[in-house]
Nanobody
Framework: QVQLVESGGGLVQAGGSLRLSCSAP????????MGWFRQAPGKEREFVAA????????YLANSVKSRFIISRDNAKNTMYLQMNSLKPEDTALYYC?????????????????WGKGTLVTVSS
């Protein structure tokens, strides 16, 4: 497994933007497909987005497809989630995840390694 550290969460008004970051220090970052998941209070964990090892393939859930952008910088061992036009229903704990399984097969129900999460709160 790989250690993952999220940052960038916070409180934002509806319509605003945030950028989440996920770093994986000290490991072969390009070995992993990466993803973002979220869990709102009282709800099940939801898959948000995934990006392949070289960044050439992307997948976004329908609920965020027109508003969020996933990217990665392999030179910096970091993945990003740019979140625009945020809505109150985007309020959740956002988790970074990594998976070493062959291929790139989104949508993912789960991945091998998880960060501790960063909280995003969108006020109306």
């Amino acid at each position: 497994q790989v250690q993952l550290v999220e940052s960038g969460g916070g409180l934002v008004q509806a319509g605003g933007s945030l950028r989440l970051s996920c770093s994986a220090p000290g490991r072969a970052f390009t070995y992993y497909n990466m993803g973002w998941f979220r869990q709102a209070p009282g709800k099940e964990r939801e898959f948000v987005a995934a990006i392949s090892r070289n960044g050439g393939s992307l997948y976004l859930a329908n609920s965020v497809k027109s508003r969020f952008i996933i990217s990665r910088d392999n030179a910096k061992n970091t993945m990003y989630l740019q979140m625009n036009s945020l809505k109150p229903e985007d309020t959740a704990l956002y988790y970074c995840a990594a998976d070493s399984a062959p291929g790139f097969t989104p949508p993912y129900a789960a991945m091998e390694s998880w960060g501790k999460g960063t909280l995003v709160t969108v006020s109306s």
